[in-house]
């Protein structure tokens, strides 16, 4: 249905699904690239695993003093400057719902040989119609996680991780 090589049902929410998906593809000490707006779980298991975050910005739109979206050529950039990142971790749809560009973030991050892992806990719904955006899986995302239980019918805490492509080893 979501389009996954492999998915598993998480009945502790997206957190414990985002911690599976760090470990999966960093070891203490390396470095992940991640997004200013992600949930807390990430930086505890930032914390908890020992490994070195690089901060990215989302826009800021003044207008609705809110922040936007992570742009492409600021997730390029910052994979030229730490090439020996293991990934990159996103949030989209963000709180207001704002998506990222996941394919072209995609395109940069495996050119450069990193992972991307999302946050779609917002956007479980997304694979059920056209009139919704592109799944992350469907644009080229190795890992997602959705809460079900935002925008699906399920039980409180229930989620769901996908993983996709190539770059994330299910037994890892």
């Not at 949930?39 to 908890?48: E, K, P, T």
């Not at 979206?69 to 030229?80: N, R």
């Not at 394919?103 to 892992?117: E, G, N």
């Amino acid at each position: 249905v979501f389009g996954a090589k492999e998915s598993f049902f998480l009945v502790n929410g997206s957190s414990a699904g985002l911690h599976a998906l760090i470990m999966s593809i960093c070891n203490r000490g390396d470095t992940l690239i991640v997004d200013r707006n992600c949930h807390i779980s990430v930086l505890n298991a930032i914390v908890l695993n020992g490994i070195n975050p690089v901060f990215i910005y989302p826009r800021f739109n003044k207008t609705f003093g809110i922040y936007s979206k992570i742009s492409p050529s600021c997730v390029e950039a910052v994979l030229t400057k730490y090439p020996h990142v293991k990934g990159v971790l996103i949030t989209s749809p963000n709180y207001y719902g704002i998506c990222s560009d996941i394919s072209k973030i995609a395109q940069t991050a495996h050119k450069l040989k990193a992972a991307l892992i999302v946050d779609e806990a917002h956007g479980a719904h997304f694979a059920f119609s056209n009139a919704f955006p592109e799944t992350a899986l469907s644009c080229g995302a190795d890992g997602v996680v959705q809460s079900a239980h935002k925008t699906l019918p399920c039980i409180t805490q229930g989620a769901i991780l996908h993983l996709g492509g190539n770059k994330i080893n299910a037994k890892a």
